[in-house]
């Protein structure tokens, strides 16, 4: 079954840290570059950052800059977002997801969706 699986998300107070990881299986990776989107409540689901598929290219939506990193370890067949200084803003479910080698803008053109895991900011 192919398939992403996110893990990582829970509470956390402003200012803290969380790392998500995204988990491929039935698939390799090394195709697909890795987006991390994340949607809250009431809201649309926005992009927030991707990796290519090499690892050689990377963006970030403007609210994100400068306190996430994306990163990914094809051996592992692993993404991961690395998130400091949360602010309660970035509350919201997150969910990777993968399209062919470049990162895109065109949500539909990303063929697998994890889950999603929950981030909370909060004190």
């Known amino acids: 079954q192919l398939q992403l699986v996110e893990s990582g998300g829970g509470l956390v107070q402003p200012g803290g840290s969380l790392r998500l990881s995204c988990a491929a299986s039935g698939f390799t990776m090394d195709y697909y570059a890795i987006g991390w989107f994340r949607q809250a409540p009431g809201k649309e689901r926005e992009g927030v950052s991707c990796?290519?598929?090499?690892?050689?290219?990377?963006n970030y939506a403007d609210s994100v800059k400068g306190r996430f990193t994306i990163s990914r370890d094809n051996a592992k067949n692993t993404a991961y977002l690395q998130m400091n200084s949360l602010k309660p803003g970035d509350t919201a479910v997150y969910f990777c997801a993968a399209v062919r080698r470049r990162c895109s803008t065109y949500v539909p053109a990303y063929e697998y969706w994890g889950q999603g895991t929950q981030v909370t900011v909060s004190s």
């Open positions: 990796i290519s598929n090499t690892g050689t290219s990377t």
